[in-house]
């Protein structure tokens, strides 16, 4: 089966530094996406990951280790809008024909950020 | 910038009417989804279509949801007849080839209401 992991709900202060983890098992690998989604709004994409390492992109952070079947999601200081969902998704095996390149979501994690 | 659009925003309807989602995409992109939003279940691949071909709709129940591209510049998605348990948030997505690590980007939804 497929199955993405990622904890329901994070709450970390304004100013601090967050790590929001998610772990995977999918048929086959072909990228790691993080998206942000603020209550009500369309999801808007963060960061990628497909080989192993630490992506940084401004306040925010992407890891990944493939071998783990592990990302996390990296948030530097901290500020009040950086509450929202964070949602980790899979691109899982390129195949030719049926199934290409969708994305697998986990839930989300709602992070709230206090003053 | 160039955006996904999707209408209506809000659609409430009763029980047993038929609802169609419009999405139109990116220009250029060649990769088109469907998903549903969930409290519970999170955001759910329902259809994906690529250069207009249906290639995955295995999320979407058969028996009352239809997925087509009638041309490059839209995508519908219809209800036909409409249940409670399909109230959710509809966002249509779209991609460049997924062999890219560009990503995919999502509408704004259409939040969706049976009575």
């Known amino acids: 089966g497929q199955n993405i992991d990622q904890p329901t709900e994070m709450t970390a202060t304004e100013g601090a530094i967050v790590q929001i983890n998610c772990t995977y098992q999918?048929?086959?690998?072909?990228?790691l996406f993080w998206y942000q989604q603020h209550a009500g709004e369309a999801p808007t994409f963060l960061s990628y990951?497909?080989?192993?390492g630490l992506e940084e992109k401004g306040r925010f952070s992407s890891f990944l280790s493939r071998s783990k079947g592990y990302s996390y999601l990296l948030l530097k200081e901290l500020q009040m809008k950086d509450s929202a969902s964070y949602l980790c998704?899979?691109?899982?095996?390129?195949?030719?024909?049926?199934?290409?390149?969708?994305?697998?979501f986990g839930k989300g994690t709602k992070l709230s950020v206090k003053p | 910038d160039a955006r996904v659009t999707q209408t209506p925003r809000h659609k409430v309807t009763e029980m047993g009417q038929e609802v169609t989602m419009r999405c139109q995409p990116i220009?250029?992109?060649?990769?088109v989804f469907w998903y549903r939003q969930t409290m519970m279940q999170g955001l759910e691949l329902l259809a994906y279509?690529?250069?207009?071909?249906?290639?995955?709709d295995s999320g979407m129940p058969k028996d009352r949801f239809s997925a087509e591209m009638p041309d490059a510049t839209l995508a519908t998605l219809k209800i036909q007849p409409s249940e409670p348990r399909d109230s959710a948030v509809y966002f249509c997505?779209?991609?460049?080839?997924?062999?890219?690590?560009?990503?995919?980007?999502f509408g704004d939804g259409t939040r969706l209401s049976i009575l």
């Open positions: 997505a779209s991609g460049p080839n997924p062999r890219s690590n560009q990503p995919q980007h």
């Open positions: 999918t048929s086959g690998f072909n990228g």
């Open positions: 990951n497909v080989l192993d």
């Open positions: 998704a899979v691109r899982g095996r390129m195949n030719y024909g049926g199934s290409q390149g969708n994305l697998i």
């Open positions: 220009l250029g992109h060649n990769t």
């Open positions: 279509f690529r250069n207009r071909a249906p290639l995955d």
